[in-house]
């Protein structure tokens, strides 16, 4: 699933140390896929996900907007070329300042999920639209987002209410059904929710206009997904379900499943070694971890793709770690990962569908390992 770009860069450019290797062809069919799957959807790409300027600049000239989570992540988004209209402030939990800041840059859509943050923005961004984020349950996401972000649907109601007294606009509702979700029908309660909201809002005379589908799409990692044409089919039908003839507005903001198959990060097998003469379980230790880009491994949660030239070798079940001196940079233990009996100190493995969420998390300095080095091709 590594592309032969991919591939190709590696082999010819090798690369020292470990490093992620992005295709921007990967993200361009992504973008059109999600287009395609969801054409009256608007695209915000999360920034978080890969911030790479190369890949935010192809996804401006592609007419994708933004949905970013700090103002530096703005800057970012508006350096790549996206005027401030095109730009979401989708944290719900901000600095004042730093919403003074984004609306002085511009930007007028802000999302918040209490009564304290609406009162920052009609104070700091006076006018601006916001909407509100619903919780969800996060049932079937790999990496679900748990209840830091979000209310109730009663309190998004009182939230948005208070939002217009204070002289916002109150635009819409917003949700994410959990990161790597891989059920397509996940939408459907949430979309149901929405709609209460939008009810619940009209009657007092307030006329949302916006739902925010939120992240969620998938990568391929071990399993086969559903693609982004069943998400945009079973998203429509739920749409149309809840909305009837009135559908309102709406955004996607994609992270992972925007940007995830697109990149594979090269690693090297530091050591292969055993903890007693009676134990058969070998330890493979990589030069990246945890701390290295692979926090997503944390609880083993997400499970990537690895690939070694020896492949077609018995395979064994191993421990699998990574390189800095914390014992919680232990990436598949629990559920030792298969590698094969002849691996060998100094073999480079290829770690799939790293795009997303790894050199955002990658740490400084840790033990003076410098930061996942990224290239974009
Ligand atoms: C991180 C994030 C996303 C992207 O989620 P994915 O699961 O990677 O698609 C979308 N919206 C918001 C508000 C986020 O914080």
């Known amino acids: 699933m590594t592309t032969a770009r991919i591939l190709d860069f590696i082999r010819t450019r090798r690369p020292d140390g470990p490093c992620l290797v992005v295709d921007l062809d990967v993200v361009r069919d992504n973008f059109q896929s999600f287009s395609k799957a969801l054409p009256d959807s608007a695209i915000f790409y999360a920034v978080k996900a890969n911030p790479a300027p190369e890949i935010l600049r192809l996804l401006a000239n592609l ?3 933004f949905d970013c989570a700090s103002v530096a ?3 970012m988004a508006m350096k790549a070329g996206a005027t401030a209209h095109r730009v ?6 901000k600095k004042e300042r730093d919403i003074a800041r984004a609306h002085a840059l511009g930007v007028s859509l802000f999302a918040v999920d209490s009564h304290e943050e609406v009162e920052k923005i009609a104070r700091a961004a006076p006018g601006a639209r916001v909407f509100c984020r619903v919780l969800t349950d996060g049932e079937g996401a790999e990496w679900p987002l748990s209840r830091k972000f979000g209310c109730v649907p009663q309190m998004a109601v009182d939230v948005l209410v208070y939002a217009h007294q204070l002289g916002l606009t109150s635009h819409g509702v917003s949700f994410h059904v959990g990161s790597q979700m891989t059920n397509p029908e996940a939408w459907d309660s949430a979309l149901g929710d929405a709609k209460r909201v939008f009810d619940k809002l009209a009657q007092q005379g307030i006329h949302l206009k916006m739902v925010n589908m939120g992240g969620g799409f998938p990568t391929r990692y071990l ?3 559903p693609t982004a044409q069943v998400y945009g089919q079973a998203i429509y039908a739920s749409l149309r379900k809840h ?3 009135q559908l309102p507005e709406t955004i996607i903001e994609p992270g992972r499943g925007m940007v995830g198959n697109a990149g594979a990060i090269k690693a090297e097998v530091v050591l292969v070694s055993r903890k007693s003469d009676e134990e058969d379980v070998r330890w493979v230790f990589l030069d990246i971890g945890k701390f290295g880009g692979l926090a997503e491994t944390m609880d083993e949660a997400i499970r990537y793709s690895i690939v070694t030239a020896r492949d077609g070798d018995a395979m064994e079940p191993c421990v699998l770690a990574g390189p800095t001196c914390d014992s919680a940079d232990v990436l598949y233990e629990k559920t030792p990962y298969p590698m094969p009996v002849s691996l060998t100190i100094g073999d480079e493995v290829l770690i799939e569908g790293t795009g ?13 390992l410098e930061p996942l080095r990224s290239y974009v091709i």
């Open 243 to 245: 909305f009837g003839n």
């Open 356 to 368: 997303a969420y790894t050199s955002t998390y990658s740490s400084v300095a840790f033990n003076g």
């Open 63 to 65: 007419g994708s907007n």
């Open 88 to 93: 979401s402030y989708g944290n719900t939990i």
């Open 73 to 75: 992540e703005i800057e």
């Open 223 to 225: 399993k086969d997904i």
